[in-house]
């Protein structure tokens, strides 16, 4: 009887063709050719003629008659179920967090709930846990961020809550939710608006929330999925507010899940902040937020006469200073605020007496300009502000802190493999670099407003010379006098100008550098070919040589741990490994590259390979990669690299979609040669790889070269003469 109830439960869960692809380790094109050949095949329950969604358990009973139902790994169904669930992913992952929270405050009620079957299951569940979110999130009540499913909701449920408390066993609580939700985001990456990890934890490092002494009572006015307060340490309460309901309750979850103490307090509620404050008394000593941008609809005419304008009602077009000193409200005399912020809210004239009103009671501290691609929308340099509610203390030195971490790296040598990357990407910056000068700079202007003066070891220099809040081009504090002019326009960059990293000399060894280059490009230059008929080969495929044991394939993915990853676009641009490993998330083994390896990009058509030498070798494979690990005793690397670039065979082994060509690796051609003579083709491929890095370097060095001498000869460092 519960066996029936348990296949009965999970009958109600559907699955993609991408989802019966991932179940059974293939491509999806092998899913649509089971459905042509294979008359028995599941017929679609559900989705559209074009994306047709298909029961989860008749396509595993399916491929498992078939025998092509792979050992699943247990993460990979329990996704699967998430994903189908008839009531919608978002309400199963509620769900899902419910249970996981009952499990690790609870694991004996989570026993005894789960020792029956699933209807009865379903009908005592719903107890245990209107206890276990009453004692964690407050009462019951419209505003309160997680309600108690019922009964009819949780009962489609419970075969994914019985597998996630299963995966949960052997992976932990945390990182089970943890990986449902990434993969949620992941999946539907236009619905939600992200705070990356290292601009995160930026942020939670300036206000003070990261790696000092516990305190304290955060607040995230608009939490979104959760990532700031995930990023503080040691809170004592967390406060957030979402407009978003899914959002919200997904976000509360989170925060129970991940809080290592269990007397710390996780207050998350619904609601339209600006327009219904869920914590009108809060007096917290941290605010971090990352607040919608552009709004227009945000309460202006309704809130004219709100208390919180201390500093001046915003006009219709400044919804972000509304959340600025919505912010500000809410700390206590002394707390600070750090907020992400559109660049246009520093130089808006709509918003410029707000700003001077700001600068003048010294609640404005510092304006941070970050690099393009530090989050959405990632081609904007976006700003953040560090805000201090005046009251707590003497009061602060009349200076603002204008810090600009946008400036891009100087181009590496040729054939190093570590060029600097280009900015405006997805997860492009160097969280690294930016974190050192940014806090080195806020540190030390924190300890110049104290009247301490400079300290070794503590984020500035080690005695002598300008303090690292003042560096030329990057950092500097400026007396709030200076900017309150007509505009009061707080935009870093016009109060930097671009460092001259030594005027002419720079520019003299930049041009060094690039004769030196243009005579090594000159020297790589491929001699010319005479005219000659096209070889005929006997030839093998790469899936061929894989089954005869001569490569191995892999595919990037998302491997957990520490480490950088070889991205798509550091193949693409042939710059070093520019990602990093997520810490969160079940345990899953990253692909590491190894010398020799050739990685190849699956998406985009473009005929793109990389051969892995020892400055790149341990970094994992990331998404959208294909890597082909050749038995140095049958395959030359560089030959193989050679020949997998050559234009008709990419045609040849690209498949098109609406938008995108993806590569089939294992269609790519080789010809059947001996090794010696894969060696001579080999060198001959090497060299043209270093020509092409050659060009590039030489290409960067020329473009720093003209912009330098534009910068020099209208600043006046350089003469015409």
Request: charged share 20%; hydrophobic share 40%; with cysteine.
């Amino acid at each position: 009887m519960e066996k029936a109830e348990r296949a009965a439960g999970a009958g109600a869960a559907e699955v993609t063709a991408a989802g019966i692809a991932r179940l059974a380790g293939v491509g999806r094109a092998a899913v649509s050719n089971w459905r042509r050949r294979h008359a028995d095949f599941p017929k679609p329950v559900g989705g559209t003629e074009t994306s047709p969604a298909f029961s989860l358990s008749e396509v595993e009973q399916w491929l498992r008659d078939q025998g092509k139902l792979a050992e699943v790994p247990l993460r990979e169904r329990v996704w699967q179920q998430l994903a189908g669930h008839p009531a919608g992913a978002v309400p199963a992952l509620v769900h899902t967090g419910c249970a996981l929270l009952l499990l690790r405050t609870g694991p004996a009620a989570w026993r005894e709930c789960a020792a029956v079957s699933d209807t009865r299951m379903a009908g005592v569940l719903p107890l245990a846990l209107d206890r276990l979110l009453a004692d964690r999130f407050g009462p019951a009540g419209p505003g309160r961020a997680v309600h108690t499913p019922g009964s009819a909701e949780l009962l489609p449920s419970v075969p994914l809550l019985r597998a996630a408390a299963e995966l949960a066993e052997s992976t932990g609580v945390p990182e089970t939710f943890e990986f449902l939700l990434g993969r949620q985001l992941d999946a539907n990456p236009r619905q939600y608006t992200l705070t990356p990890p290292g601009l995160a934890e930026l942020m939670a490092a300036l206000a003070g929330a990261r790696g000092g002494e516990g305190f304290r009572t955060v607040l995230d006015p608009a939490a979104g999925t959760g990532a700031l307060l995930r990023a503080v340490d040691g809170p004592a309460a967390l406060h957030a507010q979402e407009a978003d309901p899914d959002l919200a309750a997904l976000t509360a979850l989170r925060l129970a899940l991940h809080a290592d103490d269990a007397r710390t307090t996780v207050a998350a509620r619904t609601g339209d902040t600006l327009r219904a404050d869920a914590f009108p008394q809060l007096g917290a000593d941290i605010v971090l937020c990352h607040p919608p941008f552009n709004e227009r609809n945000w309460g202006h005419d309704e809130l004219a006469y709100d208390p919180r304008w201390e500093y001046g009602l915003p006009a219709r077009t400044e919804s972000e200073l509304a959340w600025v000193q919505h912010a500000l409200a809410r700390l206590r005399p002394g707390g600070t605020a750090v907020l992400l912020m559109p660049p246009a809210a520093a130089s808006r004239r709509s918003g410029r007496r707000i700003r001077a009103d700001l600068l003048r009671r010294g609640a404005l501290r510092a304006v941070v300009a970050l690099p393009a691609g530090a989050a959405p929308p990632y081609g904007i340099p976006l700003h953040l502000w560090v805000l201090r509610r005046p009251g707590g203390g003497p009061h602060p030195s009349p200076e603002l802190l204008l810090v600009d971490t946008a400036e891009p790296a100087e181009p590496s040598s040729t054939g190093s493999g570590a060029s600097a990357a280009p900015a405006g990407g997805r997860d492009r910056p160097d969280w690294q670099a930016v974190h050192g000068t940014v806090l080195d700079a806020w540190r030390s202007f924190e300890r110049k407003g104290e009247g301490k003066g400079e300290r070794k070891g503590e984020g500035g220099s080690e005695g002598g010379g300008a303090p690292a809040a003042d560096r030329p081009g990057v950092s500097r504090a400026v007396p709030v006098i200076e900017l309150l002019d007509d505009d009061v326009d707080l935009a870093p960059a016009r109060h930097l100008p671009p460092a001259t990293s030594g005027g002419p000399a720079e520019l003299v060894r930049v041009r060094e550098r690039l004769t030196e280059t243009l005579g090594l490009t000159a020297s790589l230059t491929p001699p010319p070919a005479p005219p000659g008929d096209p070889a005929h080969w006997p030839l093998t495929t790469i899936g061929e040589l894989a089954r005869a044991g001569a490569l191995r394939l892999r595919t990037g993915g998302s491997g957990t741990g520490t480490g950088p990853v070889l991205t798509e676009h550091d193949v693409l641009g042939s710059t070093a490994p520019s990602g990093s490993l997520s810490a969160d998330g079940p345990p899953e083994e990253p692909v590491l590259v190894e010398p020799g390896d050739v990685v190849v990009p699956v998406l985009g058509g473009g005929s793109v390979t990389r051969v892995v030498d020892a400055a790149t070798a341990g970094a994992a494979l990331g998404r959208n990669l294909q890597l082909l690990r050749p038995d140095p005793a049958a395959l030359d690397p560089w030959f193989l690299a050679g020949f997998l670039r050559g234009t008709a065979n990419n045609r040849q082994a690209s498949s098109y979609a609406s938008t995108a060509s993806r590569l089939d690796a294992r269609r790519l051609q080789l010809p059947r040669l001996p090794l010696a003579e894969q060696q001579r083709y080999g060198r001959r491929f090497r060299a043209l790889a270093e020509f092409e890095d050659a060009l590039r370097l030489t290409g960067r060095l020329g473009g720093q070269l003209v912009q330098g001498m534009y910068d020099g000869l209208t600043d006046g460092t350089v003469t015409p003469d």
